[in-house]
Nanobody, 126 residues
Framework: DVQLQASGGGLVQAGGSLRLSCAASGFTFDDYVIVWFRQAPGKEREGVACISRSDGRIYADSAKGRFTISSDNAKSTVYLQMNSLKPEDTADYYC????????????????????WGKGTQVTVSS
């Protein structure tokens, strides 16, 4: 069975940090692009960052300079280190995977994903 298990969310004060983890299983990790999405109440789901073995890392403008996506291929796990958190980062964060067919130039949208994990909640207090 395919599983994407996100963890690491929590409550943090503005300016603080959190590290999210996404543990993948049931598919060939190296063949997929792993994407972190987030969805705040009343807003659309948006891509935050993605990573693939072939195309490296891509960040949304809101994440550049503050968030770092990385992967441990041996553990089939992707991390999202979030620093300098702001109240507007408050959202449910999801990891998702899409099979890499061609070069990725932008973060794939939610509709393109093959697999989703359950979200982990991040709350940033002011």
């Amino acid at each position: 069975d395919v599983q994407l298990q996100a963890s690491g969310g929590g409550l943090v004060q503005a300016g603080g940090s959190l590290r999210l983890s996404c543990a993948a299983s049931g598919f060939t990790f190296d063949d997929y692009v792993i994407v972190w999405f987030r969805q705040a109440p009343g807003k659309e789901r948006e891509g935050v960052a993605c990573i693939s073995r072939s195309d490296g890392r891509i960040y949304a403008d809101s994440a550049k300079g503050r968030f770092t996506i990385s992967s441990d291929n041996a553990k089939s796990t992707v991390y999202l280190q979030m620093n300098s958190l702001k109240p507007e980062d408050t959202a449910d964060y999801y990891c998702a995977a899409v099979r890499r067919i061609h070069r990725i130039m932008v973060i794939p949208g939610p509709a393109a994903m093959d697999y989703w994990g359950k979200g982990t909640q991040v709350t940033v207090s002011s």
